[in-house]
């Protein structure tokens, strides 16, 4: 079965724009699946623009790597949250996206993927990348998100921010 934005006058089809959602938002809300039960995590990420990607940091066990190992599909939610606007109406730009999880071990890719991360949730990105030496790297655990589809939505008035 296929579904789409039902309201059109609210659908953003613009890829630039969806793109916008997850370079300025600070997290994304991530739905996964095992045994017919479902589980959500929240995520800071770094998103990559060229791979249409998303990298984050999280610890090396716990229930969604074990879900990740039977079931790699997620679907998620990145939100720009303008709240409640002077009509009373809620102003959101959301995406909602779905893609395959997985963890990354190669060093290289882990490198960018901390690259694109740290830029993306710091303030001092550079200090902080300076710091971070292959070594600790290595051990550290990083994921990603490879999105297979958006769809993008917006609720604003004309009086709320943009
Ligand atoms: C804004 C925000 C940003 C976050 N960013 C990251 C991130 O970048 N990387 C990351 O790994 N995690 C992040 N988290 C935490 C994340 O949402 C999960 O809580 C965390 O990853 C633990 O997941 P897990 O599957 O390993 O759970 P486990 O540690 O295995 O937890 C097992 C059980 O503990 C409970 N539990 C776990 N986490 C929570 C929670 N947050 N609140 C209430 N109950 C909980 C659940 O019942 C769960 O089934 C973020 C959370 C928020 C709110």
């Not at 890829?15 to 996964?32: G, I, P």
Request: charged fraction near 25%.
């Amino acid at each position: 079965m296929s579904f789409h934005v039902r309201r059109k006058d609210r659908e953003i089809t613009d890829l630039t724009e969806m793109r916008q959602v997850f370079l300025n938002t600070k997290y994304v809300t991530v739905a996964l699946c095992m045994h017919e039960e479902p589980y959500l995590v929240s995520l800071s990420h770094g998103y990559d623009q060229a791979k249409n990607c998303l990298y984050f940091h999280c610890a090396p066990e716990g229930k969604k790597l074990v879900i990740l190992q039977v079931n790699n599909k997620v679907w998620g939610q990145a939100v720009l949250d303008f709240g409640v606007t002077e009509e009373c109406d809620y102003a959101y730009t959301s995406v909602h996206f779905q893609g395959k999880m997985s963890l990354i071990t190669d060093l290289t890719e882990k490198q960018h993927a901390i690259e694109v991360l740290v830029r993306q949730v710091s303030l001092n990105p550079e200090d902080k990348l300076a710091k971070i030496k292959p070594e600790k790297l290595e051990k550290t655990t990083m994921g990603k998100i490879e999105i297979t589809y958006m769809s993008g939505k917006k609720h604003q008035s004309s009086k709320s921010k943009s």
